[in-house]
């Protein structure tokens, strides 16, 4: 029997009103180490050596378009910038040449190569349109030839479906991007469109610490690597660092910011939420872009080198932000990669912080290697909490980065980064009135983020809503429906077809309810019904058991799926489309 179908139509989205309010609310979570997740392979190119490439030029960057961003860096209330977006007007508005197919084990593959004068790194914004099922594409950068990076089919159509509708390749580093892209056996290469709109040249990357010396200016001389604290600080600060990457994401040009992933109450999942500020990514456009880098800090006191890192490439969900210029500036995304192994979702704590408390800070200035500034809180307003610093000071690229305060359980996230006056210059002096820094209020915006990080504990049921189309990626056109109604119970309705024997299609409704976090189980029902006429009578409408299935999501956009259903039991991965 024949088990391919055709997915059914997606439905209208309809987000969950929220959870319930609780009788006591969760006002502060402890922290977790990341559970260790399987090594991903080494990503290697699908051909070894290209005989064919196709290859697009822009010259160099005017000196005047960077001294505009020197000029930007210098506002407190803006992500550090570092790339400048080129439209494909100056490269003279050639199109991409012909990208010339050669075949390799699974299908075919073309190269091609996008190239700006004196880039220390890049990033390309791609159209994309009709790109088949089951295909990939691979990148790296002139300096770095084998470190190459892998993006499916899902990651790219997510961000393509996220305003722009340009795929934002990720950060390389050198002069030239090299993008091949692999299209399986059986799919018409020759359907699929791709055209370069622009480019990101970027003034710096990792082999300079993504620092913008060379460029633009060095960071503060006052600011202490997370290393030389871990001695006096101890394994609650390894804890906190471990929670904290650099940001890197792409809105006309490249910036970057530095945020904190966090906790939730929910013992069963590891929901990789995190925390920054609106002023760095406030819509969901933006956060398809993320790139994160995770133990991007120094070797050890003062080395000046950058320990091996990681970095994750396939952008966020947008959940929620609050503008700076009329309330918190803070912003609650959720990536859609996993957290490296030693990563460490932070605890936090959503009550008021005292005036004269201890507060830590640990951030990305100018997007250098990580720092960490001590201080004391001075006082707080509406939205916005004021510190002054006694060790250490924030720069551009900070913004966003966590407040943390030393709880029970470890240091607890409080807020994050706004913008402020603090510099080297009046680091360790509170009576200056220039040594200030605005914070978000972690306490002010819990109640808009907790449905998220703090969901109703109503026994099984979901963490988020699952309404949408689900589809099995590596069997193109088969998936089910699901649709989330938003009542106390949080009932979800899914619904699959597959074609009988006879060929004829057949539908069925899972059955049962929630039984653990995240967790659907029941039995499958076929039903049966009147023949279609000018009215519908739904007592005539019966079911019949047909089998069982388990339905697990995963996150917000994957789940599995283990069912037996006409005799025939299988185990499949969703992809929410």
Known sequence: MSFRTSLAAAIALALAAGTAAASAPVMRVAGEPAIAAKADAVVTWRQNSATAVARLEFPGLAAERIHEVELRNQRADKPTQIG???????????????????????????????????????????????????????????????????ADAAAIRFQNGNGTRVYWTPVTDGDTQVIEVFVPAGADASKLRLSVESISHLLTNSIENFSLAKAIGD?????????????????????????????VFTDGGTYTCTGTLLNDTVPATQIPYFYTADHCIGSASVAATLNTYWGFEATSCGSGVAAANVRLAG?????????????TDAALLRLKDTPPAGAYFAGWNAT??????????????????????????????????????????????????????LGPDGYELRGGLYGGGASCSNSGNMNNSNNYDLYSRMDVIYPNIQGWLAPAATGPGPTGNYTGAWWVPSESGWGLTAFQFDNESNTLFVMFFIYDSSGKAKWYELGGGWSDVDVRSGDIFESTAA???????????????????????????????????????????????
């Open 84 to 150: 400048v977006e080129r439209r494909i007007d100056e490269a003279g508005g050639r199109a991409l040449p012909t990208l010339r197919w050669s075949a390799v084990d699974g299908g075919r593959v073309a190269r091609f190569e996008v190239a700006a004068m004196d880039a220390m790194g890049l990033r390309v914004g791609l159209r994309v349109n009709n790109l088949p099922d089951g295909a990939e594409m691979r990148f790296a950068g002139s300096l770095a030839p084998n470190d190459v990076v892998l």
């Open 352 to 405: 008021t912080i005292t005036n004269n408390a201890d507060v830590l800070a640990i951030h990305h200035p100018a997007g250098d290697l990580k720092k960490s500034s001590t201080g004391r809180k001075r006082s707080h307003d509406a939205d916005l909490i004021n510190v002054g610093w006694l060790n250490g000071t924030t720069e551009g690229g900070s913004s966003g980065s966590g407040l943390f305060t």
């Open 531 to 577: 023949p279609w006429s000018t009215s519908y009578d739904p007592a005539q409408r019966s079911f019949t058991a047909a089998g069982n299935a388990t339905l697990t999501f995963t996150s917000a956009t994957s789940a599995t799926l283990q069912f037996t259903v006409e005799g025939v039991t299988r185990s499949v991965t969703l992809s929410k489309l």
């Open 315 to 327: 952008g966020a969900d947008y959940l929620y932000s609050d503008p700076g210029s009329t309330g």
């Open 219 to 247: 960071s503060g001389s006052c600011n202490v690597d997370t290393a030389c604290r871990v001695g006096t600080l101890g394994q609650d600060f390894v804890d906190a660092k471990n929670a904290v990457a650099r940001m």
